[in-house]
Nanobody, 115 residues
Framework: QVQLVESGGGLVQAGGSLTLSCAASGSIFRINTMGWYRQAPGKQRELVASITRGGRENYADSVKGRFTISRDNAKNTVYLQMNSLKPEDTAVYYC?????????WGQGTQVTVSS
């Protein structure tokens, strides 16, 4: 089993910044792609950003230029630096990890951006 623990969510004013972290532990042999998803009330979960083991990044159009994903393979940790936050970024953010083709999810962390 693999456990993902997120941290770093909270309440911030529009234009502010937050950094999310997600640490993986457990039966980890090799983590392939790691990513962040979000789900706002009444909406489907959507991909925010992902990063391959080799460091190739992918972003949703809505966050390009504002969010940066990174990872530390030695620590099995992925980060999401969020700048210029907007009220529409308000959601529960979930960490995701692909371990040998099996997807694992964190419990989610709330990000609230006030206008």
């Amino acid at each position: 089993q693999v456990q993902l623990v997120e941290s770093g969510g909270g309440l911030v004013q529009a234009g502010g910044s937050l950094t999310l972290s997600c640490a993986a532990s457990g039966s980890i042999f090799r983590i392939n792609t790691m990513g962040w998803y979000r789900q706002a009330p009444g909406k489907q979960r959507e991909l925010v950003a992902s990063i391959t083991r080799g460091g190739r990044e992918n972003y949703a159009d809505s966050v390009k230029g504002r969010f940066t994903i990174s990872r530390d393979n030695a620590k099995n940790t992925v980060y999401l630096q969020m700048n210029s936050l907007k009220p529409e970024d308000t959601a529960v953010y979930y960490c995701n990890a692909d371990v040998l083709g099996v997807n694992y999810w964190g419990q989610g962390t709330q990000v609230t951006v006030s206008s």
